[in-house]
């Protein structure tokens, strides 16, 4: 039997845009679980805040300003935490370097110098990023002909947990990432803690899978699971985030942070366990392939499951990379109508705007009658028989190559003010950038990847 301790990781954020106050009582919990005492490279804390679009958005920004780039919520989330993770040893991994993970190091520097805080050692990773100049060639081997590389935003490959490893090994407090695959930021710790090798699969497997009952924070503690009447949540409003307990053969025990609401139970982690899991035999990472179908998922207390059961097989041969280009500008336009035939004035307004723009392909949306199960051609709107609700709120949305072309889209939704029909109002109208999102596979081999310490000024 294994004598080494196990490994406690917590999570306090599952997307750019969640919750800043989670990551509170989820430290609070680890160093209750350490028994107040230094956690001897025993903790972690890790956020999870990056989608594939959210790295084209923070592309976007950096392009404006060279500074930005990394999470903008970067010091609401971990200001309140740093100082006790640094005095407790609970070191820090996180995929907040979004686009810019140089000034998101950086930025947590300033933030200790100004709690007054030692000076924590920050690594960060590197290699994901293959967009610019010097990787235009090889996109161009592995994108699709029809892209133009002078179009791409972002491409950005998903890195696995290993430079996360070699930045821990090398005493990193705080790692800060890129574009890394959601549970490598798990594995990552789990392979430094235990020592693991890169081709020991089954544990890899295991691991990855706790990383991703981890990664998308409050899902698995009874978020994404709540149902009224049906799958009740208590506390909702307080929902704490989960924690898990990863032990040297890599099964882990799922709980949730103390005195907090939500709930941990076997239905919430087979959720989490089978979300966008695409194949449960072959769930493709770039540190492993997990295998879940031998699985067991078993409750051992109140508010803690245990995973275990899990395989692992060798890993792709090749990194996933997403890749954004620019796609036009996106324009939106809402307006509300009610009272007494609310529902008929709003689809005649979306008549009105349609037959003033035709050259448009124009989706109209009947907040609350038609449009999540819409379409963007309006078929499905011309196809449901017109009802008599008195509250109706229309959204009009439209693609245009220039911002000038999108703008007209706006403007008629604007017209109707005064142009009809009778008692519109509340006007809202939005231009937005477009990015188009496309997928490739770059060997490993072709992408150099690995980690430096930074400094303030590094």
Same mark, same amino acid.
Request: glycine share 12%; proline share 6%.
């Given at each position: 039997?294994?004598?080494?301790?196990?490994?406690?990781?917590?999570?306090?954020?599952?997307?750019?845009?969640?919750?800043?106050?989670?990551?509170?009582?989820?430290?609070?919990?680890?160093?209750?679980?350490?028994?107040?005492?230094?956690?001897? @490279?025993?903790?972690?804390?890790?956020?999870?805040?990056?989608?594939?679009?959210?790295?084209?958005?923070?592309?976007?920004?950096?392009?404006?300003?060279?500074?930005?780039?990394?999470?903008?919520?970067?010091? $609401?989330?971990?200001?309140?935490?740093?100082?006790?993770?640094?005095? !407790?040893?609970?070191?820090?991994?996180?995929?907040?370097?979004?686009?810019?993970?140089?000034?998101?190091?950086?930025?947590?520097?300033?933030?200790?110098?100004?709690?007054?805080?030692?000076?924590?050692?920050?690594?960060?990773?590197?290699?994901?990023?293959?967009?610019?100049?010097?990787?235009?060639?090889?996109?161009?081997?592995?994108?699709?002909?029809?892209?133009?590389?002078?179009?791409?935003?972002?491409?950005?490959? *998903?890195?696995?947990?290993?430079?996360?490893?070699?930045?821990?090994?090398?005493?990193?407090?705080?790692?800060?990432?890129?574009?890394?695959?959601?549970?490598?930021?798990?594995?990552?710790?789990?392979?430094?803690?235990? @020592?693991?090798?890169?081709?020991?699969?089954?544990?890899?497997?295991?691991?990855?899978?706790?990383?991703?009952?981890?990664?998308?924070?409050?899902?698995?503690?009874?978020?994404? !699971?709540?149902?009224?009447? !049906?799958?009740?949540?208590? /506390?909702?409003? +307080?929902?704490?985030?989960?924690?898990?307990?990863?032990?040297?053969?890599?099964?882990?025990?799922?709980?949730?942070?103390?005195?907090?609401?939500?709930?941990?139970?076997?239905?919430?982690?087979?959720?989490?366990?089978?979300?966008?899991?695409?194949?449960?035999?072959? *769930?493709?990472?770039?540190?492993?392939?997990?295998?879940?179908?031998?699985?067991?998922?078993?409750?051992? /207390?109140? $508010?803690?499951?245990?995973?275990?059961?899990?395989?692992?097989?060798? +890993?792709?041969?090749? *990194?996933?990379?997403?890749?954004?280009?620019?796609?036009?500008?996106?324009?939106?336009?809402?307006?509300? *109508?009610?009272?007494?035939?609310?529902?008929?004035?709003?689809?005649?307004?979306?008549?009105?705007?349609?037959?003033?723009?035709?050259?448009?392909?124009?989706?109209?949306?009947?907040?609350?009658?038609?449009?999540?199960? @819409?379409?963007?051609? @309006?078929?499905?709107?011309?196809?449901?028989?017109?009802?008599?609700?008195?509250?109706?709120?229309? +959204?009009?949305?439209?693609?245009?190559?220039?911002?000038?072309?999108?703008?007209?889209?706006?403007?008629?939704?604007?017209?109707?003010?005064?142009?009809?029909?009778?008692?519109?109002?509340?006007?809202?109208?939005?231009?937005?950038? +477009?990015?188009?999102?496309?997928?490739?596979?770059?060997?490993? $081999?072709?992408?150099?990847?690995?980690?430096?310490?930074?400094?303030?000024? /590094?």
């Amino acid at each position: 039997m294994n004598s080494i301790p196990s490994l406690w990781i917590g999570c306090a954020a599952g997307f750019s845009g969640d919750r800043t106050d989670a990551a509170g009582p989820v430290v609070d919990t680890l160093i209750a679980r350490l028994g107040g005492a230094p956690a001897q @490279g025993r903790a972690f804390l890790i956020f999870e805040t990056l989608a594939e679009r959210t790295l084209a958005l923070a592309q976007l920004r950096k392009r404006a300003d060279p500074q930005a780039g990394y999470e903008p919520l970067l010091d $609401d989330m971990l200001r309140p935490v740093l100082a006790r993770c640094l005095q !407790y040893g609970i070191r820090i991994v996180s995929n907040f370097g979004a686009a810019n993970p140089k000034g998101a190091a950086r930025h947590i520097l300033r933030m200790a110098d100004e709690l007054g805080l030692r000076k924590p050692r920050i690594a960060v990773v590197t290699g994901d990023d293959i967009s610019g100049q010097r990787h235009a060639e090889l996109l161009s081997r592995y994108l699709d002909p029809s892209y133009d590389p002078s179009h791409v935003v972002s491409a950005n490959a *998903y890195l696995g947990g290993e430079p996360i490893r070699a930045a821990l090994d090398q005493g990193a407090d705080i790692v800060v990432c890129g574009r890394v695959a959601d549970p490598s930021l798990t594995v990552g710790p789990v392979m430094s803690y235990f @020592g693991w090798q890169p081709h020991d699969w089954t544990r890899l497997g295991r691991a990855t899978m706790a990383g991703h009952l981890l990664e998308c924070g409050a899902q698995v503690t009874g978020g994404y !699971y709540a149902d009224p009447g !049906y799958k009740d949540v208590p /506390g909702l409003h +307080r929902v704490g985030f989960p924690i898990a307990e990863i032990d040297a053969d890599g099964n882990c025990t799922i709980t949730k942070a103390d005195n907090t609401g939500g709930l941990v139970t076997e239905a919430t982690v087979i959720e989490q366990l089978l979300y966008e899991v695409h194949d449960p035999a072959g *769930y493709l990472t770039p540190d492993v392939v997990a295998d879940i179908t031998q699985a067991e998922v078993r409750a051992v /207390g109140p $508010d803690q499951v245990r995973l275990t059961g899990v395989q692992g097989h060798p +890993r792709p041969s090749s *990194y996933k990379v997403n890749v954004c280009v620019e796609g036009g500008w996106l324009a939106e336009g809402e307006i509300s *109508y009610a009272g007494p035939r609310a529902e008929a004035r709003a689809r005649l307004a979306a008549d009105v705007v349609t037959a003033r723009l035709p050259d448009m392909r124009i989706r109209a949306d009947l907040i609350g009658c038609v449009s999540i199960f @819409g379409d963007d051609d @309006g078929r499905l709107l011309a196809s449901q028989p017109a009802g008599d609700r008195d509250d109706v709120r229309l +959204r009009l949305a439209a693609h245009g190559k220039t911002r000038e072309d999108a703008a007209r889209l706006t403007r008629e939704v604007t017209a109707l003010y005064c142009c009809g029909p009778a008692g519109g109002g509340g006007v809202r109208i939005t231009l937005t950038p +477009r990015l188009n999102l496309v997928s490739c596979l770059v060997p490993r $081999d072709l992408v150099a990847t690995g980690f430096e310490m930074v400094d303030a000024h /590094g």
